[in-house]
Each structure stands twice: as structure tokens, then as C-alpha cells.
């Protein structure tokens, strides 16, 4: 159960890659690009 707990400790924090600057100047969209679902799902394990 405590192993569980401190699952965030034993992972980081990971944001996917940023879009290219001239891309983005071009709008207001997001910052980042899209998080691949695995990547996420691993993310989402950092809440406990």
C-alpha cells in the first residue's frame, strides 16, 4: 500500500515537447504538444 503512495517520488514529472516557436506565434493554441496516452496514463500514476 505505501509503496503505491510514494509512486510520485519515484517518477517525474515529464511535459510533452513544446511546439516549434514560429508555429506558435501563428495562434493561441496550446503550448505543448498532444501527450502520447501511454505517457499520460503514466503521468496520471503520479496522483495518489
Do not use: H, T, W
Not at 4 to 18: A, D, E, I, T
Amino acid at each position: 500500500m505505501s509503496e503505491k503512495m510514494l509512486k510520485f517520488v519515484k517518477l517525474g514529472q515529464q511535459n510533452p515537447p513544446k511546439r516549434e516557436v514560429l508555429e506558435r506565434k501563428e495562434d493561441f493554441n496550446e503550448i505543448y504538444k498532444e501527450f502520447i496516452s501511454e505517457k499520460a496514463k503514466e503521468q496520471s500514476s503520479r496522483c495518489s
